[in-house]
């Protein structure tokens, strides 16, 4: 039976070094962490609490936006991360579709993806990189960070021919489908029935529904009214986000509750949401684990949502538990 890591991510946000610490014990390889300032708080600030209550369980971003910090604000902010979580962090970077789009503004090319990593690189190397058109360096005096080189790991979360060969460039690792030369992770949703459940049950709408009902906001966010219409209850749900304000801020609700919550307009495509994928008993969960394993992930990121988050990571890693009891 192929082998893979179990990791977990969450958004930043009041509870997340508790559950950081619990996720720990419960034997998560790591915790990974979301970035969108239209969303959520300051990642590096939860990251840093996280570090303080741990001390195995690795720490990365999925995945942090480039736009939203300077190179070298970047650059100080995972050096503090080292140091604090003695090199148990790992920073992996994308083109900001959703962080972006929630702004109005279209993702960052890939071009300029591979430039900001390939200066933050030097930078954390202790080397001289061209930023803006000047030269620039981390200058921090002895003992006030991480000795040079900051050997923190620097990943890619890519989806097409253009970002893969990126990776292969510039990244240590990648989120995305499987590559020919670098360890992947994939992100994934689900929740582990209780004895006697049935798929169809309300917790388990309320459990994976943030994260199913993102292709009508991605569908709409990417392609407009055509797209998200062309969805089960698309054209309903798309009449009811228009209702709330003018054309030129309907980009401000298209994400509300991204991947953490479930606004009124989402729950009528609680009927619409795949209830098969990672959502069964014990046995089912391992099945398709080991299967998504067997394309390639080394490492599956479980993502759980809902009322009772603490309750997700709990049941999901008892899982796995019986996954690699069946190796």
């Not at 979580?85 to 994308?94: D, H, I, M, P, Y």
């Not at 790991?153 to 970002?163: D, M, Q």
């Not at 990126?166 to 029935?193: N, R």
Request: net charge negative; with cysteine.
């Amino acid at each position: 039976m192929p082998d893979f890591e179990l990791s977990c991510g969450l958004p930043p946000g009041p509870d997340f070094a508790e559950l950081t610490a619990l996720a720990e014990e419960l034997g998560y390889q790591r915790m990974w962490i979301f970035d969108s300032a239209p969303l959520w708080e300051d990642p590096f600030v939860h990251l840093a609490l996280a570090a303080e209550r741990t001390s195995r369980i690795q720490l990365g971003t999925a995945v942090l936006v480039p736009d939203q910090r300077s190179v070298m604000a970047m650059a100080s902010g995972i050096a503090t991360l080292s140091r604090l979580s003695k090199g148990r962090f790992l920073a992996c970077f994308g083109t900001g579709f959703t962080a972006r789009l929630a702004v109005g503004q279209r993702p960052m090319t890939i071009t300029a993806l591979g430039e900001y990593v390939t200066a933050l690189r030097l930078l954390l190397a202790g080397k001289t990189a061209v930023v803006d058109g000047k030269p620039v360096r981390m200058l921090h005096a002895a003992g006030l960070t991480a000795p040079h080189p900051i050997e923190t790991p620097l990943w890619l979360s890519a989806f097409g021919p253009k970002g893969t060969a990126l990776a292969g460039e510039v990244a240590d690792g990648i989120i995305g489908p499987p590559h020919p030369e670098l360890p992947t992770a994939t992100i994934v949703s689900g929740t582990v029935l209780e004895p006697g459940e049935e798929p169809t049950s309300d917790r388990v709408r309320e459990a994976i529904g943030p994260w199913r009902v993102v292709d009508w906001h991605n569908a709409y966010a990417a392609g407009g009214a055509k797209a998200v219409d062309a969805l089960p209850g698309g054209k309903r749900w798309r009449d009811e986000l228009e209702a709330l304000g003018p054309e030129e801020e309907w980009h401000l609700s298209t994400f509300e509750g991204h991947v953490t919550h479930l606004a009124e307009r989402d729950r009528a495509l609680l009927e619409h949401i795949d209830l098969k994928m990672l959502v069964g008993d014990p046995a089912r969960i391992q099945r398709q684990l080991a299967k998504m394993a067997g394309f390639g992930f080394r490492e599956i990121i479980y993502t759980p949502t809902g009322p009772d988050v603490a309750r997700e990571l709990r049941s999901f890693a008892e899982a796995a538990r019986i996954r690699a009891t069946a190796q």
